[in-house]
């Protein structure tokens, strides 16, 4: 019974920075990557950033030298968001995914990024 749980979203300025976090209710059984996606309004939800167990990471190139996703012993996983731009507003999603291709969601956390 994994649930993951977002928090961190919000308002934010052009330009400024958010820390999203995500933490694991419970063991997350065969763990293969930790994750963010997100969805903005009328879009395919994309990935943003993803982190495997061996620690090979992986960016959507829309956020590429902006964002940075860390870990903690693969039960909490954080994405760093600098230098945010309006195209950046979106539902952002935890994501886990075990080794046999399995996801695990979060319920998302909204991102605004307006003056």
């Known amino acids: 019974q994994v649930q993951l749980v977002e928090s961190g979203g919000g308002l934010v300025q052009p330009g400024g920075s958010l820390r999203l976090s995500c933490a694991a209710s419970g063991s997350i059984p065969n763990i293969y990557a930790l994750g963010w996606y997100r969805q903005a309004p009328g879009k395919q939800r994309e990935l943003v950033a993803g982190?495997?167990?061996?620690?090979?990471k992986s960016y959507g190139d829309s956020v590429k030298g902006r964002f940075t996703i860390s870990t903690d012993n693969a039960k909490e996983v954080y994405l760093q968001m600098n230098s945010l731009k309006p195209e950046d507003t979106a539902i952002y999603y935890c994501?886990?995914?075990?080794?046999?291709?399995?996801?695990?969601w979060g319920q998302g956390t909204q991102v605004t990024v307006s003056s």
């Open positions: 982190v495997t167990t061996t620690g090979i």
């Open positions: 994501n886990a995914m075990n080794t046999i291709g399995y996801n695990y």
